[in-house]
């Protein structure tokens, strides 16, 4: 294969992302070292695709920035056409398409000017932006953290589909970056496109629960689906037993979660809405729900956990169906997220309690009377 046409699949101008009529952009994961493979079948089929490449090329190896990830402009035939490759592992619909046009322009913009960048070896500090040279992770930035090996090697805090990853170099294969201005403009441009990637693949685990912790905006890069599955992790930490009802023909609940108490069980309906934050939920969709936790399920309470936040009309049903309805907006979602890790069984009372709680609480009961033996 001549390079000239390795390069034009991997490389394209700002006119090459476009959003044509009845396609979208995916992102496609494929098996190793694939990502040149899917490029030829998508040169074939006339598949608008773009490799986010950062740097020159290496042999026929291109240098990408998601090492397995290859961003592709598909039809319903021809997203059908790749999913049947069996290098293909997974073909994801970006969740926000329009942000991820706008990001991969200004990248490629950003790339025309490359930083200035100086090869005049110097004492690093920690913070300072480096640019590595060599090794499989050529081409990336990051930010020195320290040096190690008597300062013969450096350790380099580098983001990899939106986490950061500590990794050990050589010191004469980093650069310092002396044009910070354009680095922050690229490394944020870049860790957008990162985030999106890292949210619409990750799993449901405690690392992104605490990348959400920090980032709660991300909560709508969410499909409604993993929306579901967060609440139910999110649940299952506070002590609830949970369950996930089918995708589809759920019933109009999504989680049937029990909380079990010295007194017996608590049966929630939850019902998930992975709304855009300006999307309010009214007193309809409250009711309804009310409805199908009595006469569906004969559940002790129902709950709605959203992105969004509710109306008058829906608070004031709140009020008034208070011992049987919870609604939980975007912040007490942020609660949630923050209190992840913290929620503890305590002994005394049978109950799930934030880790402060249960020791205010043990400390209370240590004081009281009956817990003195100086009165028996």
Known sequence: MKKETQDRWIQCDVSHLQKEPGQNWFLVRVTEKSELKLAKYCGLHSIRFFFSNFGPLSGIEPRIAWPGYIFCSLSPETRHLIEKENYVVEVQRLANEDRFLIDMQRI?????????????????????????????LAEYYGTFLKYTDKRK??????????????????????????????????????????????????????????????????????????????????????????????PTHDGGRDILAVLKIPLGEILTVVDCKRY???????????????WVAERRDNASRAMIATTTFFTSGARDLEREYRWRLTLSDFNDLI???????????????????PRNKVVQSSADISKSPSSDTSHQ
């Open 108 to 136: 490629l913009k950003q790339e025309e000017s490359k930083p200035s960048l100086s090869s005049v070896k110097h004492l690093y500090s920690p913070g300072d932006w480096l640019r590595i040279q060599e090794g499989p």
């Open 276 to 290: 855009s934050h300006d999307r309010r939920i009214g007193p309809d969709i409250v009711r309804q729900l009310l």
């Open 335 to 353: 609660s949630w997220l923050s209190k992840y890790g913290k929620w503890v069984n305590d002994k005394s009372t049978g109950l799930w309690l």
């Open 153 to 246: 090697k450096v350790i380099v805090s580098v983001h990899m589909l939106g986490i950061p990853i500590e990794a050990t170099i050589d010191t004469h294969a980093i650069e310092p970056n002396k044009d910070r201005s354009i680095m922050l403009l690229t490394y944020e441009v870049l860790q957008k496109a990162q985030d999106e990637i890292s949210i619409a693949l990750a799993p449901i685990n405690e690392h992104l629960i605490r990348h959400l912790a920090d980032r709660p905006q991300l909560l709508y890069e969410l499909n409604p689906r993993r929306f579901e599955e967060l609440v139910a992790k999110l649940l299952t930490d506070m002590g609830y037993e949970v369950e996930l009802t089918p």
